[in-house]
């Protein structure tokens, strides 16, 4: 049998352990707003009620975010509202960071918190590499949302542990996390081409290419492998970059871009400038 490939007993452990996690945390948001976010044609209206059903620590990172450089805004101005913020955004990314914000508020363990922040970081790094390849705006959207939901299988784990008690094997951890994420995608009617990238990469662990190129899922793996290379024993990500003069906000430079969605998210403690 192949490391990779899943018992039928694993099989339904993990269908147990994730039916028990999901009943048990508490994400900070109602479920009807992932519901309003996949629908667009939502109002206006109803997409201010999701202010309403959602931790504001959430919406304040949202907001911060849309008003980045990082996302390429910051000549449009600041954004101030939640729904001016969806706009700027788009729905598929405002739903992704929801969820990643949710988990990152959840996890207190530093296991699960250095998983989370590596996707952050790993995204980031994902779509700088994908811009530089040339790619559509739509791949770059999927490597974006595919590093941050990549190990969220992991951390579900972990959080059942701590919820429970109950210990799980490494070895369970180490074969079916991607299970778990692929079973989280499905239960959150999340973009079916992340499950497939995260099967390419964990599944088959495999380099995938397409006819010509490097694959999505190649892209990602990349991201990944530079960040673990290059991830300080103190846990946070260093990086060597020219950086805009003072005053020159507009300016773009990779330091400054990461350094900006590191800022707006929250974590810039996990990043290092050492500017050139």
């Not at 519901?35 to 999701?50: C, F, G, H, T, V």
């Not at 996890?107 to 994908?130: C, Q, W």
């Not at 430079?253 to 707006?264: D, F, L």
């Amino acid at each position: 049998m192949s490391m990779r490939e899943i018992t039928i007993e694993e099989k339904d452990e993990i269908n147990r352990v994730f039916e028990e996690v999901i009943k048990d945390i508490d994400l900070g948001f109602d479920p009807d707003v992932l519901k309003i976010l996949d629908n667009p044609e939502a109002s206006e209206s109803q997409r201010q009620e999701i202010v309403k059903k959602v931790n504001p620590e959430i919406i304040a990172r949202l907001i911060s975010l849309a008003s980045s450089a990082y996302m390429g805004n910051i000549s449009r101005g600041k954004v101030a509202t939640f729904v001016k913020a969806i706009e700027r955004l788009g729905n598929i990314y405002v739903k992704v960071f929801v969820i990643c914000f949710s988990l990152l508020i959840l996890a207190k363990d530093e296991k699960s918190k250095s998983i989370l922040v590596e996707g952050f970081l790993a995204a980031a790094v994902g779509k700088l590499l994908a811009e530089q390849l040339g790619r559509a705006k739509e791949s770059i959207q999927e490597i974006e949302i595919a590093c941050l939901l990549m190990r969220v299988g992991t951390v579900l784990m972990y959080l059942h542990e701590k919820n429970s008690s109950e210990v799980l094997p490494e070895y369970f951890i180490a074969r079916c996390h991607w299970a778990m994420t692929m079973k989280f995608v499905e239960k959150f009617e999340l973009p079916e081409i992340i499950g497939d990238i995260v099967y390419k990469i964990f599944g088959q662990n495999c380099l995938d290419y397409g006819e010509k190129a490097i694959s999505n899922a190649g892209i990602i793996m990349m991201a990944f492998a530079t960040i673990r290379h290059i991830v300080s024993l103190d846990g946070h990500l260093v990086v060597s970059s020219p950086m805009p003069e003072p005053g020159d906000e507009l300016a773009f430079t990779p330091g400054n871009a990461i350094s900006k969605y590191m800022r707006s998210i929250g974590l810039s403690q996990y990043l290092e400038i050492l500017k050139k």
